[in-house]
């Protein structure tokens, strides 16, 4: 989508390295996601940020930590992947948590445990 | 979050208008009905969302029953393109997050 980018968009890793993926916005939205997406449980919000430093977790945050120092870059890293961790990651923006604020989602990385 | 209700899957015909309904018989009143679908292996798109009257756009027409307790997404005239996984999803602001169910496969058939 126009105004959110992910990189990279596919990645295949081993089991036990760290991995960090990183989402780009040109919006300036306050807020942004981090969710999975895998066969069975469709998408499950990992970790989300309501502003520089600021981040909570989400409903499967165990082995995932995020860092956001800069309004437009929001980082998801595994400290050490594991094969359970293969799935689609997906990131999204929102100017704010409002109940009529939706979500832009960016295109998606692959991301293959080995 | 209210839960929502939708059919696993549906097919429509190409060119005719496809109607996509949601159950949301808890929803509470400050909750907005939102609809995003998602093409195979490509992120989330939104639709459109409305808290009480019905709501248009050049994607979809969203009607929502005058007790809020369901809500049809209607695209007006299905394209092969339209193939994907609809999902309708009701919430509120402040902590709760966007929380997606299993959707509805629509499959637009020529």
């Known amino acids: 989508d126009a105004g959110i980018t992910q990189s990279p968009r596919h990645k295949v890793t081993e089991t036990g390295t760290p991995v960090t993926l990183r989402c780009h916005q040109t919006?300036?939205?306050?807020?942004m996601y981090w969710y999975r997406q895998d066969p069975g449980h469709g998408l499950r919000l990992i970790h989300y940020?309501?502003?520089?430093?600021?981040?909570d977790k989400g409903e499967v945050s165990d082995g995932y930590s995020v860092s956001r120092s800069k309004t437009e870059d929001f980082l998801l890293t595994l400290e050490s992947a594991t094969s359970s961790q293969t799935s689609v990651y997906f990131c999204?923006?929102?100017?704010?948590?409002?109940?009529?604020?939706?979500?832009?989602f960016g295109s998606g990385t692959r991301l293959t445990v080995v | 979050d209210a839960k929502t209700t939708q059919p696993p899957s549906m097919d429509c015909a190409e060119g005719r208008a496809a109607n996509l309904p949601c159950n949301h018989s808890?929803?509470?009143?400050?909750?907005?009905v939102y609809w995003y679908r998602q093409i195979h292996s490509q992120g989330p798109q939104y639709i459109i969302h409305?808290?009480?009257n019905n709501e248009t756009n050049e994607m979809a027409s969203l009607i929502i029953t005058e007790d809020r307790k369901s809500s049809t997404l209607i695209l007006p005239h299905a394209t092969l393109r339209d193939t994907a996984v609809y999902y309708c999803?009701?919430?509120?602001?402040?902590?709760?997050?966007?929380?997606f169910g299993k959707g509805n496969q629509v499959v637009v058939i020529p």
């Open positions: 999204a923006i929102s100017e704010g948590d409002r109940a009529n604020y939706g979500y832009t």
């Open positions: 808890t929803i509470s009143g400050n909750e907005y």
């Open positions: 940020s309501y502003g520089v430093k600021d981040t």
């Open positions: 919006e300036n939205h306050r807020y």
């Open positions: 409305g808290l009480k």
């Open positions: 999803i009701v919430r509120v602001g402040g902590n709760n997050r966007l929380a």
